[in-house]
């Protein structure tokens, strides 16, 4: 089955940096890849997503690069602020059974310094 | 927005006893699913809901697992016997029928099995 390795498992950055957060996937029928943000104690919420015929995709300050052939997809944050600090977790999907199942990273903790 | 939301927010059971978590998923969704978040792990997949039928369902999801869609806005999830391990943060999600693939998450239920 799909496996998603997630790095870095932690990432401090001044305000103002960039962060990035990598992903490798193994199964290649994926074709879903979101990313979500969970603040401590809140529910994941999606910031961004990326479908597998798409190389990249911006919004605002939130970008998403897939690599196909590599199996790999990044997050990177620019101009980073305090309120950014949390939980990112990407994911590959599939909808090989008619729904879409997630398979998440272990999750990056990202602290955005003052 | 509408959300997803899901009751009790905590739940504490002995271990053997049944529980159940209740689910409102947003009310023109058609996909719903459950997963769980271990203290400190990553989000894993149990079951995908469709058509009032499972679709899909992972190797966490054993016989002492249920789903059921009782009427038209509730999505339950059973666990008739529960084990210590079974103790973690249970997130239900759906999504609507033109973006399946994008998942609405609710606030979770904390069970902590005693």
């Known amino acids: 089955g799909e496996n998603v390795e997630q790095h870095p498992s932690t990432l401090s950055v001044q305000e103002g940096d960039s962060a990035v957060i990598k992903c490798t996937y193994s199964?290649?029928?994926?074709?879903?890849f979101p990313w979500y943000k969970q603040e401590l104690g809140k529910r994941p919420q999606l910031i961004i997503d990326i479908r597998s015929n798409v190389g990249e995709k911006k919004d605002q300050r939130i970008a998403v690069t897939l690599n196909k052939t590599a199996k790999h997809f990044s997050l990177h944050i620019t101009e980073t602020q305090p309120e950014d600090s949390a939980v990112y977790f990407c994911a590959a999907s599939d909808n090989k059974s008619g729904t879409y199942k997630y398979i998440f990273g272990t999750g990056t903790r990202l602290k955005v310094l003052a | 927005e509408p959300e997803v939301t899901q009751t009790p927010s905590h739940q504490v059971t002995q271990m053997g006893q049944e529980v159940i978590l209740r689910c409102v998923p947003i009310s023109n969704h058609l996909y719903f699913y459950w997963y769980r978040q271990i203290l400190g792990q990553k989000v894993e997949f149990l079951v995908s809901f469709y058509n009032n039928e499972i679709s899909e369902k992972s190797e966490i999801f054993d016989d002492q697992f249920s789903v059921e869609r009782p009427d038209g806005s509730n999505f339950t999830l059973k666990i008739r016997s529960t084990k210590l391990e079974d103790s973690a943060m249970y997130f239900c999600?759906?999504?609507?029928?033109?973006?399946?693939?994008?998942?609405?998450f609710g606030s979770g239920t904390q069970l902590s099995v005693l």
């Open positions: 199964d290649s029928a994926s074709n879903y």
């Open positions: 999600a759906s999504s609507d029928g033109t973006a399946a693939e994008k998942l609405f």
